[in-house]
């Protein structure tokens, strides 16, 4: 499997602008989380999927950000209009559900939004 | 709330030398516990885990045990190289339930850089 895939890596744009990231989990995956990570907050939680279904967004800063599962194969986060506080790198994981376990949380490569 | 404490970064050390990350968390209930690594430009992988109290969680050298008397998990190299240079992240889950379909949600640290020089 060639694991959590996100696109694009690199993100620039101005302020206003709308501002789509996509991911695509490990097949076969139940969990789909979505994560922002900044010097000043470090690596928080923004909202997370079960079987496609948003389960936990009280960690979207804002209505600009949304976040939709179409199906179990791909999700996207859209910033709408972007302000240069959002300038972070956002990551995807997905994971395995494991009820009474725990079942490790892999993560993309990130894309690095810069808004200017 | 679940939180989690580490120690603040940057860490510098000559190779070869012991490492010792500290963290400590707060949690209801018996969490399970985690040390993720994220090298430069990449995404956080699973360094180890422990999921209960005294298990000794271990990978490519590093250790760390589980100590529900001091509610830490301290990260522990004997020789560090160069090319564990990276960020650290401690982190804790809480419980799934199968039934609301809530997930072991991971609660992060805010990250220790270790810079290793040859």
């Known amino acids: 499997d060639a694991g959590v895939i996100q696109s694009p890596r690199h993100e620039v744009t101005e302020m206003g602008q709308e501002v789509t990231l996509r991911c695509k989990p490990i097949?076969?995956?139940?969990?789909l989380f979505w994560y922002r990570q900044t010097m000043m907050r470090g690596l928080e939680l923004l909202i997370y999927f079960n079987n496609n279904v948003p389960i936990d967004d009280s960690g979207m800063p804002e209505d600009r950000f949304s976040a939709k599962m179409p199906n179990a194969s791909f999700s996207t986060l859209k910033i709408q209009p972007s302000e240069p506080r959002d300038s972070a790198v956002y990551f995807c994981?997905?994971?395995?559900?494991?009820?009474?376990?725990?079942?490790?949380?892999?993560f993309g490569p990130g894309t690095r939004l810069t808004v200017l | 709330g679940n939180s989690v404490t580490q120690m603040e970064g940057p860490v510098t050390l000559s190779e070869e030398a012991f490492l010792t990350i500290n963290c400590t968390y707060t949690a209801t209930g018996y969490p399970s516990l985690f040390w993720y690594v994220q090298y430069p430009g990449e995404g956080l992988q699973l360094l180890l885990k422990a999921t209960k109290a005294d298990d000794k969680g271990s990978n490519k050298g590093f250790e760390a045990t589980y100590r529900k008397e001091t509610t830490s998990f301290h990260l522990e190299k004997g020789s560090v190289q160069v090319s564990d240079s990276a960020v650290y992240f401690c982190?804790?889950?809480?419980?799934?339930?199968?039934?609301?379909?809530?997930?072991?949600?991971?609660?992060f640290g805010s990250g220790t850089q270790l810079t290793v020089l040859p």
């Open positions: 097949s076969g995956h139940d969990y």
């Open positions: 982190a804790l889950s809480d419980k799934e339930s199968a039934a609301s379909g809530s997930a072991r949600q991971l609660t």
């Open positions: 994981a997905s994971r395995l559900a494991g009820f009474g376990s725990y079942n490790e949380q892999f």
